[in-house]
């Protein structure tokens, strides 16, 4: 609870917890459980800057001890910030999983405008 500085709420009723904080404590949960592989979707949803931050750094440190995490986001600062590879979904289908660098060409895109052109290259659009 104090990682996901919620330690001053432990004796809190959940009713009384915003939807950021009950993201947190499911984040809190699962630290404790601590698998190797973990699935997370839409983790950053209500989280506050403070609590995004939280989640990149523990992406960052799951990561360091050898275990895999699974994003499924639509947040592009997440993405860029915890990820190793970014592959997308759009209709089912999915994209080669690319290294951010690769993404937005060593930087010189945005994450989420290197995501437009290729929905644009895709799909054959000028516009999505």
């Known amino acids: 609870l104090a990682k996901v ?4 709420r ?3 009723p959940l009713r009384s917890f915003s939807s950021g904080m009950l993201q947190r404590l499911q984040m809190a949960q699962a630290m404790v459980a601590n698998p190797k592989l973990l699935f997370l979707d839409e983790p950053s949803e209500s989280l506050d800057l403070d609590g995004k931050r939280i989640l990149s750094t523990w992406i960052k440190e799951r990561k360091a001890a050898g275990q895999t995490t699974i994003l499924a986001s639509h947040d592009m600062d997440l993405l860029a910030s915890a990820c190793d590879k970014i592959t997308l979904m759009h209709q089912g289908r999915l994209s080669e999983p690319k290294n951010l660098s690769a993404w937005t060409d060593n930087g010189s895109l945005h994450l989420e405008q290197a995501v437009q052109r290729h929905l644009q290259l895709s799909l054959g659009e000028s516009s999505v």
Request: proline share 0%.
């Open 5 to 8: 500085k919620l330690g001053d």
């Open 10 to 12: 432990k004796d809190d």
